[in-house]
């Protein structure tokens, strides 16, 4: 599975950017899936995630009420809406795909099998 990440750019404080994470080589309806951000000198941290079948949802309590993660699996394609950003937003974000653990382990990059590439996103005060 191949990963594509796309949608970074520079916005204001308030301001919305919507990510996609296109999958391609194979379809990834049956994995878990993910978003990741990562700012230099600190570990990549955990944003959002998402059940194959859409019946589980968990986010970082940073992020909860402000983005909402959505999966195309007809698209092969997963999304990040966020919204209302703040600077502590900034940072590289990556999407990830993972077969098995169900639910579990949500949050933990070492339980995912594929990444995107990374998008960068600055939010300005």
């Known amino acids: 599975v191949q990963l594509q990440a796309s949608g970074g750019g520079l916005v204001q404080a308030g301001g919305s950017l919507r990510l996609s994470c296109a999958a391609s080589?194979?379809?990834?309806?049956?994995?878990?899936v993910g978003w990741f951000r990562q700012v230099p000198g600190k570990e990549r941290e955990f944003v959002a995630a998402?059940?194959?079948?859409?019946?589980?949802?968990y986010y970082a309590d940073s992020v909860k009420g402000r983005f909402t993660i959505s999966r195309d699996n007809a698209k092969n394609t997963v999304n990040l809406q966020m919204n209302s950003l703040k600077p502590e937003d900034t940072a590289v974000y990556y999407c990830?795909?993972?077969w098995g653990f169900g639910s579990s382990q949500f949050s933990v990059p070492s339980t995912y099998d594929y990444w995107g590439q990374g998008t960068q996103v600055t939010v300005s005060s």
């Open positions: 998402r059940g194959w079948s859409g019946d589980w949802s």
């Open positions: 990830a795909a993972r």
């Open positions: 080589g194979r379809t990834i309806g049956s994995y878990a």
